[in-house]
């Protein structure tokens, strides 16, 4: 293993999981990372730790540079798994090392792993010397647990920055600009990723987001680089931020999504008409099919749309069920800043869209248009659908 250092003393001791396609419910077609970083001064820290079944990976690019025995400090930034998984095994090798939160933080560690480990608890503000380099202790709760915290390595501005600005990518190198510097690659499949991350993530958190990036401001916090507990690290962390603050602001393009399920073709003709209607007066849309498009990628799609247009036949008086599995997941993110629209088509009883509209003003969303069609939509529902386009096509316009 070759020792990989962001700047003298500080180095990345985490794994690459090649093998990674799904997380948190969605999809990861390109694998992704588990992140820690040991610093190494008078006195040793190692932040974070990596996904359980992995640590022996961890250990090993330990061992290249120090003894882990040596670990003065262990940092849990955050409690979930894929942070705190190799938490019991790295306690074992350093048995003297104290064990860095969170309150909140020590109380989820306790409960999901009953150790009687040496803790010490942090707030915003707290500050730890290990010699040459002081580490400075920032808390995030609800990014995206309560018990979230980013570490800051002061003399260097390296914001260790957890689960924010991070990415599902696995790549055998570390930063981005090195990504970036390869003959071919597109950058922006990192950006990409960033996206989808934060869509289907931390979108729920946009204001916590803008709060936070404030609070660093105002405490004067200069970041030279963001190294996140997943995918690559920012040497130059300005796009990444103001990306952060584009999408935590709820700012989107001229984009309209529609989103449909179908049984006998009626409902997807609407939608191929809509989207027709959208297209020709120039403004930039996309179709997706629920049982063919992964809901994940429909989300990172959503991020940046202004309209989003839902679709569904009816089933049992009700919205198809695939229709309601989405609409869950996705106003659970509590996207912010869109136009909503609906339609649909049904046979012999209608609901379909009722119900859809039902569901969306229950998530605080007000459907501004709705268009229903019973059984196949013949030319003049066709000439409707074409004209629901033209209209929310001239809405993203404003």
Same mark, same amino acid.
């Given at each position: 293993?070759?020792?990989?250092?962001?700047?003298?003393?500080?180095?990345? =001791?985490?794994?690459?999981?090649?093998? !990674?396609?799904? +997380?948190?419910?969605?999809?990861?077609?390109?694998?992704?990372?588990?992140?820690?970083?040991?610093?190494?001064?008078?006195?040793?820290?190692?932040?974070?730790? @990596?996904?359980?079944? +992995?640590?022996?990976?961890?250990?090993?690019?330990?061992?290249?540079?120090?003894?882990?025995?040596?670990?003065?400090? @262990?940092?849990?930034?955050?409690?979930?798994?894929?942070?705190?998984?190799?938490?019991?095994?790295?306690?074992? *090798?350093?048995?003297?090392?104290? *064990?860095?939160?969170?309150?909140?933080?020590?109380?989820?560690?306790?409960?999901?792993?009953?150790?009687?480990?040496?803790?010490?608890?942090?707030?915003?503000?707290?500050?730890?010397? !290990? %010699?040459?380099?002081?580490?400075?202790?920032?808390?995030?709760?609800?990014?995206?647990?309560?018990?979230?915290?980013?570490?800051?390595?002061?003399?260097?501005?390296?914001?260790?920055?957890?689960?924010?600005?991070?990415?599902?990518?696995?790549?055998? +190198?570390?930063?981005?600009?090195?990504?970036?510097?390869?003959?071919?690659?597109?950058?922006?499949?990192?950006?990409?990723? $960033?996206?989808?991350?934060?869509?289907?993530?931390?979108?729920?958190?946009?204001?916590?987001?803008?709060?936070?990036?404030?609070?660093?401001?105002?405490?004067?916090?200069?970041?030279?680089?963001? $190294?996140?507990?997943?995918?690559?690290?920012?040497?130059?962390?300005?796009?990444?931020?103001? $990306?952060?603050?584009?999408?935590?602001? %709820?700012?989107?393009?001229?984009? &309209?999504? =529609?989103?449909?399920?179908?049984?006998?073709?009626?409902?997807?003709?609407?939608?191929?008409?809509?989207?027709?209607?959208?297209?020709?007066?120039?403004?930039? =849309?996309?179709?997706?099919?629920?049982?063919?498009?992964?809901?994940?990628?429909? &989300?990172?799609?959503?991020?940046?749309?202004?309209?989003?247009?839902?679709?569904?036949?009816?089933?049992?008086?009700?919205? +198809?069920?695939? =229709? %309601?599995?989405?609409?869950?997941?996705?106003?659970?993110?509590?996207?912010?800043?869109?136009?909503?629209?609906?339609?649909?088509?049904? %046979?012999?009883?209608?609901?379909?869209?009722?119900? @859809?509209?039902?569901?969306?003003?229950?998530?605080?969303?007000?459907?501004?248009?709705?268009?229903?069609?019973?059984?196949?939509?013949?030319?003049?529902?066709?000439?409707?659908?074409?004209?629901?386009?033209?209209?929310?096509?001239?809405?993203?316009?404003?």
């Amino acid at each position: 293993m070759t020792k990989i250092e962001l700047v003298p003393g500080v180095y990345w =001791v985490g794994v690459v999981d090649w093998n !990674l396609r799904d +997380f948190h419910g969605y999809t990861t077609p390109r694998g992704g990372t588990y992140n820690a970083y040991l610093i190494v001064d008078d006195k040793i820290a190692l932040v974070d730790t @990596v996904k359980h079944g +992995f640590n022996n990976e961890m250990i090993d690019r330990i061992k290249q540079i120090i003894d882990p025995a040596r670990i003065d400090y @262990v940092i849990s930034n955050h409690v979930e798994m894929d942070h705190s998984g190799s938490l019991p095994e790295i306690m074992k *090798l350093a048995e003297r090392a104290e *064990l860095i939160c969170t309150e909140k933080g020590k109380e989820g560690l306790l409960r999901y792993y009953r150790s009687a480990w040496n803790f010490r608890t942090v707030r915003t503000g707290d500050e730890l010397q !290990l %010699g040459k380099k002081t580490l400075y202790f920032i808390t995030a709760p609800m990014l995206h647990w309560p018990d979230s915290m980013f570490t800051y390595i002061k003399e260097d501005k390296i914001l260790l920055s957890n689960d924010g600005f991070g990415q599902h990518l696995a790549s055998s +190198f570390r930063f981005y600009e090195d990504v970036c510097s390869l003959i071919g690659y597109d950058c922006d499949t990192v950006m990409d990723e $960033a996206a989808k991350y934060y869509a289907n993530i931390l979108m729920p958190f946009g204001g916590v987001i803008l709060k936070k990036i404030e609070e660093l401001q105002k405490l004067h916090i200069e970041i030279k680089m963001i $190294a996140p507990s997943h995918g690559m690290i920012w040497k130059d962390p300005g796009k990444i931020i103001d $990306a952060y603050l584009k999408w935590a602001s %709820g700012k989107s393009k001229q984009k &309209v999504l =529609v989103i449909y399920d179908t049984m006998w073709n009626s409902t997807e003709n609407m939608a191929q008409e809509i989207v027709r209607g959208v297209s020709d007066l120039g403004v930039e =849309v996309s179709l997706f099919h629920l049982r063919k498009t992964e809901w994940s990628e429909i &989300v990172k799609e959503a991020l940046e749309a202004r309209a989003i247009m839902i679709g569904t036949p009816t089933l049992n008086n009700g919205m +198809f069920p695939t =229709v %309601g599995g989405f609409l869950t997941y996705l106003t659970g993110l509590h996207p912010i800043e869109k136009i909503w629209v609906t339609f649909g088509s049904y %046979g012999w009883g209608g609901g379909g869209v009722r119900t @859809v509209n039902e569901k969306l003003k229950s998530a605080g969303y007000e459907p501004i248009e709705s268009l229903e069609v019973k059984f196949k939509p013949d030319e003049q529902d066709l000439v409707k659908c074409y004209a629901l386009g033209q209209k929310i096509a001239s809405l993203v316009k404003v």
